[in-house]
């Protein structure tokens, strides 16, 4: 078998300057990873924060709006229940104007819940992304 020759690098003194900035340069480049990782995982926190403030405002959104439909299904069966029960054209027309009348309150109390839901879900979901953004401009200033 042949083997394959070694060779040695000849021993050298490097010289102090270049060993200081050799030092400088990785401790430059390590902080500038920690700083990176620091990022990366504030940003990590921040998505998983806002995902969970989005879920739940939708899950809350979602329950409220469900609860309108349900109210507003059962009025729809109490009205139809009632017009059936009507001997005059008067009785009907007065369950009739009663019925859309709480309607229109009811619709418009909703809508009204509702946005103001949306509002606030908005709010919860866009506070941890304003806090990070400014926390973010804080620590690269």
Do not use: C, W
Not at 84 to 90: C, H, I, P, Q, Y
Request: charged share 30%.
């Amino acid at each position: 078998m042949t083997e394959m020759p070694k060779f040695e690098m000849p021993k050298m003194e490097v010289p102090e300057m270049v060993r200081e900035i050799a030092e400088k340069g990785v401790k430059q480049a390590k902080e500038g990873y920690d700083k990176m990782k620091a990022a990366a995982e504030d940003t990590t926190d921040l998505l998983e924060t806002t995902y969970t403030a989005a879920s739940k405002g939708a899950t809350e959104f979602n329950m409220k709006a469900l609860e309108a439909l349900r109210a507003n299904v059962n009025a729809s069966f109490d009205f139809t229940t009632a017009m059936f029960g009507t001997k005059t054209l008067a009785e009907a027309a007065e369950i009739s104007t009663a019925h859309f009348r709480a309607q229109f309150e009811a619709l418009s109390a909703q809508a009204k819940e509702l946005s103001s839901l949306a509002q606030k879900i908005a709010t919860e979901t866009s506070e941890p992304i304003k806090t990070g953004v400014s926390k973010s401009f804080k620590f690269s200033a």
